[in-house]
């Protein structure tokens, strides 16, 4: 192996060893969980598997303060989570990440309403299957060093009538073709990189009605990409072949990473500030790819009427839990997972407590 190769091997493990990291003194200055209120009988849970642990200690946490509460679980993947809230066969549904416009549905043909969604944890810098954040890869000659989530726009996606937000057909983030950028001089570069063209490298498209978080994200909700887009479902041969390729670009969680790309910083806007992926940035959420991580529940009753208290009192408790100093010291404690910024937590906590609908409640009279 040669020396310059084995060094940008070690380099690579070390970032890899630094983002499984989690931060651990993000929930210091959030309340002390207290109960408002007594709970007892089944809490049922359903959605992503990969959150059994940390769903585990949650549990143990809750359970402490009110021993007659009992739990079950039926964790076999975030696509299944919003089934169990639909056939009210579960109280909560765990998702690692935002629910899709077709997913919302169920509950809403059943009672007009949508599920309340609730912000709980920061998904990992790095691990695979936790929510991890993106990293944008480029070959390691490429003298780029930063882009923009608008860059990333007008790099991955293409002209466009608006984006799903929700169930609702968002027509402020429509854009037209003049805002592609299809070549590596339109972002700056010289010489013989200006007339370029630029390779994408992505996932494959989930199919209709389900918008992943980067088109979420990136696009604003619209599901026309790039028409040169090169997709890859094994990630690993998709940063394999990134590495020969010059002109190539791809966003994949850190995981994949190999010696021959680099990482991208990344702002909000070409203004900046850019911000370097590591485990703090992910988990104060300053790194724009970050991916948050939701609980999701029902504000209906049997009858399919909004309840008083726009949802069950023993799931807003347990919910209650979980955005306190102990519940995000929980996940902390499980790894991988990271706890929200102080700032975001209050906002859940305020979010549950409000008797106004917020927008995802979205009622229609009938």
């Known amino acids: 192996m040669k020396p310059t190769r084995f060094l940008r091997q070690i380099c690579l493990a070390a970032v890899l060893l630094a983002c499984a990291a989690p931060a651990r003194s993000l929930g210091a200055d959030l309340p002390d969980y207290q109960p408002q209120m007594q709970v007892t009988g089944v809490l049922r849970s359903c959605g992503n598997p990969q959150m059994e642990p940390l769903l585990k200690l949650w549990e143990a ?38 629910v899709f416009p077709y997913e919302r549905y169920g509950v809403y043909e059943r009672s007009w309403v949508y599920p309340a969604e609730l912000e709980v944890a920061t998904g990992s810098a790095a691990a695979l299957h936790q929510s991890p954040a993106y990293a944008i890869f480029v070959h390691r000659d490429n003298p780029l060093a930063q882009l923009s989530v608008r860059d990333l726009d007008g790099i991955f996606g293409a002209e466009r009538g608006g984006g799903w937000n929700a169930l609702t057909w968002d027509t402020s983030v429509a854009r037209t073709s003049k805002d592609n950028i299809r070549t590596w001089g339109q972002l700056g570069l010289k010489g013989e990189w200006a007339g370029r063209r630029i390779r994408p490298y992505g996932p494959p498209g989930l199919g209709a009605g389900a918008i992943t978080y980067f088109q979420a994200r990136v696009f604003g909700g619209a599901e026309t990409r790039n028409e040169e887009l090169r997709e890859y479902a094994d990630r690993r041969q998709m940063l394999a072949d990134l590495a020969r390729d010059p002109a190539g670009i791809a966003y994949a969680p850190l995981a994949y990473a190999h010696p021959e790309v680099k990482v991208l910083a990344l702002a909000e806007t070409r203004d900046g500030p850019f911000v370097s992926l590591s485990p703090a940035t992910v988990a104060d959420r300053s790194y724009p790819l970050h991916r948050p991580v939701y609980i999701y529940y029902t504000v209906d009753n049997l009858n399919n009427e909004l309840t008083p208290t726009l949802g069950d009192p023993r799931v807003k408790e347990f919910l209650r839990y979980i955005l306190s100093r102990q519940g995000q010291a929980d996940i902390a404690q499980a790894g991988a997972y990271l706890p929200l910024p102080p700032a975001v937590a209050r906002a859940q906590l305020s979010k549950l407590a409000s008797t106004e609908l917020p927008p995802e409640h979205r009622l229609i009279a009938h």
């Not at 021993?67 to 909560?92: C, E, H, N, W």
């Open 61 to 98: 946490g809750f359970q402490r303060r009110h021993p007659g509460v009992q739990f079950t679980r039926d964790l076999k993947s975030s696509a299944s989570g919003l089934y169990g809230l639909d056939m009210r066969t579960a109280d909560i549904a765990l998702l690692g990440r935002p």
